[in-house]
């Protein structure tokens, strides 16, 4: 069973950075996308980026495109999600997940998933 565990969450004022980590327990992710998804209170749950552990190729939301980018390190088994110039509107639970071989929007799509990660943005 693939577990990840995500880490680097917490409170930042407007304009600041925070980065995400998202770890596996598989020995390797080269056969795997891996996405990050938030949900704020209310909201649905929606993908703000994802990651090809084989190319590398990435996708991100419209809203977060320039701000946000995302990276995996193979070696180390480790997805992660740079956070730029963070806005009030970002302030959300962070998920990341897994999916075998392509990226997804959809979050019905993906079979692996971390804990969460609450981000909070001030204004």
């Known amino acids: 069973q693939l577990q990840l565990v995500e880490s680097g969450g917490g409170l930042v004022q407007a304009g600041g950075s925070l980065r995400l980590s998202c770890a596996s327990s598989?020995?390797?992710?080269?056969?795997?996308?891996v996405a990050w998804f938030r949900q704020a209170p209310g909201k649905e749950r929606v993908m703000v980026s994802c990651i090809t552990f084989s190319m590398g190729v990435t996708s991100y939301a419209y809203d977060v495109k320039g701000r946000f980018t995302t990276s995996r390190d193979d070696a180390k088994n480790v997805a992660y999600l740079q956070m730029n110039s963070l806005k009030p509107e970002d302030t959300a639970v962070y998920l990341c997940a897994a999916r075998l071989y392509g990226c997804s929007s959809a979050p019905s799509e993906f079979e692996y998933w971390g804990q969460g990660s609450q981000v909070t943005v001030s204004s």
């Open positions: 598989e020995s390797g992710l080269g056969s795997y996308a």
